[in-house]
Every structure is written in structure tokens, then in C-alpha cells.
């Protein structure tokens, strides 16, 4: 039993990344430029949003919020991406998730540029990633990656992934079958979910509810990376985050588990900034930093 320190490590890997943007700034007059895109005032994306900026300017990624009133049209927000898929300066832009229903969320991804689409979320960069053959691989799945190959070797292991969200479970598992993993992807109408869970060597949860992977669904050599940010009220009636994973039931029993907060989440900022980076290269035909 051991916690895997989802903050230490994205801790390392941005203290890398500060010294790469440095050089980058230094050797090629360069400050990568993300920009944020946030629709309306959902509670949740604000701290998301926040968190990303902050350590944006942290590792000397430029970063800017444009925020959107929730009215907006879908027309006015496409104009905007074309204006920012033109602007020389920027390297990456996200549209916070989720947007209100009157606009279609797969147009509005579709219309950012691939080579700036830092969350990889639009069809090109998923289509590229299925074929194995990536150009940008959304944040998540990426912090998931990282983790685990802290952990283990992937080639070969048993692999259920629970969830099948565009965003974290179907590009995570393309991303671990290329890493020569055996990958089950798991979802509401998936049957007998415990027993597919319970011979794993490696047991992902990304379903948005809280608790829900137990201790009889683990073995001592299961690794855990829950994915999962709920809110709920403790006993007091205080809120607090938790995972999808009973976190205190489980952890005396499996090899490794992700805490929540402070596991996937630092990771996830941590590859938004990497993409950032990798695109004001890959834009410029910069080989290495
Ligand atoms: P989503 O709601 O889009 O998808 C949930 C998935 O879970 C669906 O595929 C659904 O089929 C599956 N599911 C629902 N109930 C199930 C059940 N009873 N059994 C099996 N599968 C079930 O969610 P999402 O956007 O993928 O997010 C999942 C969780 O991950 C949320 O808690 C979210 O807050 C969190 N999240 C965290 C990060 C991070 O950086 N840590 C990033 C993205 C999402």
C-alpha cells in the first residue's frame, strides 16, 4: 500500500518545464501563450481555470481568461477561435468544459486550429492519437500515463479504464492499448463491473460518482488512478472533495492509489502546460529546448 504523489511529481515536471521555458525565452526570444476560453460562471471550472493559470505563470507560461457571458451565440464564440487561430502570438487554446447546451461543444472544439488545440480534444488530434500516431494528447489521459509509468511497465497489463467520457476514458484507452497495455473500457451498461475490476493490475476510475470502487473490487497488487473530483458534505456537513474510489476502505489493501486531491488533478495542469510548450515548438519547427 503506498500513495502515489500525483502534486510531488507534477511538482518536478514543472520545475523542468520552468527551466525549459526559460531557455526557450533566453535562446529564441519565445514566451508560450495559452488562452482560456470560460463560458458563464460554473463554480467548478472557475477553480479549474484559476488553478491552470496560476501555475501557468509559476512555470512562465503567458496565460490569459477570456471570459463569455453564458448568452453568447455559438456564432460570436467561432468567430472568436478564427480570430485566435490567426493570432501569431498564441499557442494553445482551451474551451472549458462544459459550455451551456445552446452551443454545440463539438463544433466549438472542432473549429480550434489542430496544431492549437492544447487539450487535443477535436477530431483530427483524436483521430491522430487512434492510429498511434499523436500530435497532441489530451491532458488527462496524459497525467493518468505519467502516472502509472512511475508505477510500472504498462506492456502486457490487465487494464480497466471505468468510463468512456470523450474526454479522460476513450482517449486514455487508445493511449494505453499503444502502450501495449490490455485495456477494457467499462461504462454505465458494462455488467458484473466488480468481477472485471476484481483480477486487474490496473484499475482506473473516471465516472464522476463518489465512492464507488470498493475494496472487494481491488486485489493487493491492483494499482489506482481515480480520475474523480466530487463534491460532497462530510459528516459535519463541511464540503469536501472526493474521489470515485473509497479511498479509505481501499488503500490497505492495493499496491498503489492516487489520492484525491493531489493525484491526477496537479498531473493534468501539469500537461496542459507541457502541450503549451511542445505546440510553440512544434509551430515554429523548434526541434529541442
Ligand atoms: P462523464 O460524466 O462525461 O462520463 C462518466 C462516464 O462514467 C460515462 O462514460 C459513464 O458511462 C460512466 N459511468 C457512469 N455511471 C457508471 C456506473 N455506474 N458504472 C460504470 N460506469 C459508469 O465524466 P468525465 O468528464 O469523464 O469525468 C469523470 C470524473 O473525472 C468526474 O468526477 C470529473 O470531475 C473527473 N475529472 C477529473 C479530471 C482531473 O483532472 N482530475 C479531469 C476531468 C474529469
Known amino acids: 500500500?503506498?500513495?502515489?504523489?500525483?502534486?510531488?511529481?507534477a511538482t518536478k515536471l514543472n520545475s523542468n518545464l520552468k527551466s525549459k521555458v526559460s531557455y526557450l525565452k533566453k535562446k529564441h526570444k519565445i514566451q508560450p501563450k495559452l488562452v482560456v476560453i470560460l463560458v458563464g460562471k460554473n463554480p467548478a471550472s472557475e477553480v479549474y481555470v484559476r488553478n491552470k493559470s496560476i501555475k501557468a505563470a509559476e512555470v512562465g507560461i503567458k496565460s490569459v481568461i477570456k471570459r463569455l457571458d453564458a448568452k453568447i451565440t455559438e456564432e460570436e464564440i467561432l468567430k472568436l477561435i478564427s480570430i485566435y487561430n490567426q493570432d501569431n502570438e498564441i499557442d494553445g487554446i482551451l474551451v472549458q468544459l462544459p459550455i451551456p447546451?445552446?452551443?454545440r461543444s463539438e463544433k466549438v472544439i472542432d473549429s480550434i486550429s489542430f496544431e492549437k488545440d492544447v487539450d487535443g480534444f477535436n477530431s483530427k488530434n483524436i483521430g491522430l492519437l487512434a492510429l498511434g500516431r499523436p500530435h497532441?494528447?489530451?491532458c488527462t489521459p496524459l497525467g493518468c500515463l505519467k502516472l502509472l509509468q512511475e508505477e510500472l511497465n504498462l506492456s502486457g497489463k490487465d487494464v480497466i479504464i471505468i468510463g468512456r467520457s470523450n474526454i479522460v476514458g476513450k482517449p486514455l484507452s487508445l493511449l494505453l492499448t499503444s502502450e501495449n497495455a490490455t485495456v477494457t473500457l467499462a461504462h454505465s451498461k458494462t455488467k458484473n463491473l466488480?468481477?472485471?475490476c476484481r483480477n486487474k493490475d490496473v484499475i482506473i476510475a473516471a465516472t464522476g460518482i463518489p465512492k464507488m470502487v470498493k475494496k472487494d473490487w481491488v486485489n493487493n497488487k491492483s494499482i489506482i488512478i481515480d480520475v474523480g473530483i466530487n463534491q460532497i458534505l462530510d459528516n459535519n456537513k463541511n464540503k469536501i472533495l472526493v474521489g470515485d474510489v473509497d479511498f479509505a476502505s481501499v488503500f490497505s489493501k492495493v499496491k498503489a492509489i492516487t489520492p484525491v486531491p493531489g493525484g491526477v488533478g496537479?498531473?493534468?495542469?501539469?500537461c496542459l502546460l507541457q502541450n503549451t510548450f511542445d505546440l510553440a515548438l512544434k509551430r515554429r519547427n523548434i526541434k529541442e529546448v
Open 266 to 270: 496537479p498531473m493534468t495542469i501539469h
Open 1 to 9: 500500500m503506498k500513495t502515489i504523489n500525483g502534486k510531488l511529481i
Open 101 to 103: 447546451m445552446h452551443i
Open 194 to 196: 466488480k468481477n472485471l
Open 136 to 138: 497532441v494528447i489530451p
